[in-house]
């Protein structure tokens, strides 16, 4: 099964990406995941992709689809692939098209999840990862946490781009760069809508029920 995952930031899709993967036993590709990583490890394109996450900026196409590149060519996703943060503009989406072409590949189901815009602001202020295993979880009114991450204790962190004007800026670029991929998948007839709000678990069965 070959999954995209569409969403604003803040409508979950690594919570939901988490469950459907490990249901399905598919590969979990998140573009942010693993740039994060780059970041962490202070790689060159770690050190590129920095300057633009951290004011909430899509870092280059070219740069995103050289990840996305090298991880099909290793075979990375051959038995099946949930997309969670890529593609995000009409050229990574063209490309990717082209790409899962040339292995004779095809996504087969496209999922937005949409939640409205000021719930999205509340997760994003209130969200914290895992250092160790990147649970994401929520604290309650900007207490600072205490316990670590739920499920492996590890310490929690604030992503340097979930502070108030850089979720501004990048639920701008949302608006402006990636919405536009609900209709180029609403017209390829692969795009289903998922309601965002309620419970982790709400969606998740609300996702599986269209699968
Ligand atoms: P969110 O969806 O919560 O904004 P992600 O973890 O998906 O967060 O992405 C974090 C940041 O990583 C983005 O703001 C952007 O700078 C960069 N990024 C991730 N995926 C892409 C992509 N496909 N194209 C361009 N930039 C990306
Ligand atoms: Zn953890």
Same mark, same amino acid.
């Given at each position: 099964m070959r999954l995209i995952l569409l969403g604003a930031p803040g409508a979950g899709k690594g919570t939901q990406a988490k469950n459907i993967v490990s249901k399905f036993k598919i590969a979990h590709i998140s573009t942010g995941d693993i740039l994060r990583d780059e970041v962490r490890n202070s790689s060159g394109l770690g050190i590129k992709?920095?300057?633009?996450? !951290?004011? $909430? !900026?899509?870092?280059p196409d070219e740069l995103i689809i050289e990840i996305i590149r090298n991880m099909l060519v290793k075979g990375g996703g051959k038995s099946g692939f949930l997309m969670d943060g =890529?593609?995000?503009?009409?050229?990574?989406?063209e490309k990717f098209d082209e790409m899962l072409a040339g292995l004779g590949q095809s996504i087969d189901r496209v999922i937005n999840i949409s939640v409205d815009s000021e719930r999205l602001i509340k997760r994003l202020t209130s969200r914290r990862v895992c250092s160790s295993c990147n649970n994401i979880c929520s604290i309650s009114n900007n207490e600072e946490d205490k316990e670590g991450c739920p499920s492996c204790g590890g310490s929690l962190y604030k992503r340097k781009d979930d502070r108030e004007e850089v979720i501004k800026h990048r639920l701008k670029v949302y608006e402006q760069q990636t919405k536009p991929?609900?209709?180029y998948y609403k017209k390829s007839g692969l795009? =289903? *809508?998922?309601? $965002?709000? $309620?419970?982790e678990t709400a969606?998740? *069965?609300r996702i599986l029920s269209i699968l």
């Open positions: 992709a920095n300057q633009y996450m !951290k004011e $909430g !900026k899509l870092v =890529f593609p995000r503009t009409m050229v990574q989406a991929l609900i209709d795009l =289903f *809508e998922v309601d $965002g709000s $309620g419970t969606v998740t *069965e």
